[in-house]
């Protein structure tokens, strides 16, 4: 039971590289979501799907993109690194009802320098 | 814009003592969520709160919510060392897809 599974772990970028970090379920969740983690910041969201072909932006969108071609996948692309985007980025996924569990991913650790 | 707002942000305690972490939120909610996080590790979900008077307790852990006060507590009995952690309250707003995090509380038991 792989539950939500992100790769990679680590990465260290320049800045205006690109990249994608990936995300996928087992859980047939219709619910994905990217968040950012910062210290003392808290957990934000960037990018959120409720089912496959469906997007929408969160708190902080910008430098982000998103989409959603299958139920169980949902990428999170950086078009062109900045150092501000280093961060700790997590993916969880519910299903669609509201008032579901939310369940995270292991987290992907970038660095932008 | 819904807003979480959590208090203390730094909580060092001893162990066999009892604290209370508050989170406060600024607008209607129909679903509150504790979530426990290790250093470097992911979330581990904790409680669902989901209607007004709402306490659900695990261990030395005791979650309750007041939706008309926008409040919910998590009740810390009798510390112990593994209790270390930080500790996010989340914060869907009422028909939102969204959940709102707050900062975090990170907790330190000292033996």
């Known amino acids: 039971n792989a539950g939500v599974t992100q790769t990679p772990k680590f990465q260290v970028l320049k800045t205006g590289q690109s990249m994608t970090l990936q995300c996928a379920q087992d859980?047939?969740?219709?619910?994905m979501s990217w968040y950012r983690q910062d210290p003392g910041m808290g957990l934000r969201l960037i990018h959120y799907s409720v089912g496959a072909g469906i997007t929408d932006q969160g708190e902080v969108p910008n430098g982000y993109n998103v989409s959603r071609s299958t139920t169980e996948d949902f990428p999170l692309r950086l078009l062109s690194a900045a150092p501000s985007q280093t961060s700790v980025y997590f993916c969880?996924?519910?299903?669609?009802?509201?008032?579901?569990?939310?369940?995270f991913g292991e987290g992907s650790r970038l660095t932008v320098l | 814009e819904l807003k979480v707002e959590q208090n203390p942000l730094f909580l060092s305690m001893q162990e066999g003592k009892n604290y209370t972490i508050y989170c406060n939120y600024s607008t209607t909610s129909d679903r509150l969520y504790w979530y426990r996080q290790d250093p470097g590790k992911s979330l581990e979900s904790l409680f669902v709160l989901l209607s007004n008077g709402a306490v659900k307790q695990e261990g030395r852990l005791m979650a309750s919510l007041d939706t008309k006060a926008r409040l919910s507590t998590l009740h810390i009995t009798a510390a112990v060392h593994d209790l270390s952690a930080t500790y996010f309250c989340a914060v869907g707003g009422a028909g939102s897809y969204q959940l709102t995090f707050g900062k975090g509380t990170k907790l330190s038991v000292i033996p």
């Open positions: 859980m047939n969740h219709e619910y």
């Open positions: 969880a996924s519910r299903i669609k009802m509201n008032t579901g569990e939310l369940f």
